[in-house]
């Protein structure tokens, strides 16, 4: 039973290691907006578990003293990101003024918030992590004043693809995937690229060098590949060579760029 009108959330955590955590989805309570002083931000997300080279939304709302939505708020906000390999370790700011670094690829470094948002905007694929090694904290802090924040945890640390339904036997085959699936023409693209064994399992401790190639057919319908001239599509790179680190799955950033389709 609620007492008053607001956004409420539960939260878990291990009775011993309060470090160890996590909260429920956002629940609304009556009337919800306000146009009085902002005091801080909450925030949500699609999944809290998107494993790594996975896009995660962020959601983000303008909160006054009294927990209400502030319909009026129209400042801009900045995003901090930090990690952590383990609950006991203190976080590690990663803050990086570029949106694609060796960490994470993020939405932008700020959001100006216009009038028309009323206090509440979803930034649709707004992070994607490049290791399950770590936890990772985004802080939306307000641009003007450091106290006002919010903060939300994605948890990848052993909750990637790569680190579920795996192998250890030998690689049949590899599997992959572009980012994105249609790519624009005269723009690089990435692919993800899985070693796989005659079950469909992750390969972990595949530590080969593969070589690549690019293929191309004229028509959707048919079924000839022939490889892709130069004239159509320039390969960044014609081999990868995995490490144990890579646990059998890899993203090769940047790979190719097509100029005809």
Sequence with gaps: MFYNNGYYRIKAYDDSNSNVYGYSSTITVGNSTSTSTYNRFDLSTNTNTPGRDNFANL???AKDTNGYTLSSYTNRVKFQISRRMYTSDNWTDITSSSLDNSAYRIY??????PSYNNGTVTLTNFIKFYSDSYDYKVRVVDDYNNNVYGEIIYYLKNTSSASQNTSTTSAYRFAGTLDSTIPSLNSDFDAKLYARDSSNKTVT???RTVKISIERKALASST???NASSTYCRL???S???SSSDYGYATLRDIARC???
């Design 108 to 113: 932008d470094t700020t959001y100006s918030f």
């Design 59 to 61: 959601t983000i709302v």
């Design 259 to 261: 100029s005809k389709k």
């Design 240 to 242: 990868y060579s995995f």
């Design 236 to 238: 960044n790179r014609t």
């Design 205 to 207: 401790d595949y530590t």
């Design 224 to 226: 000839t590949w022939t």
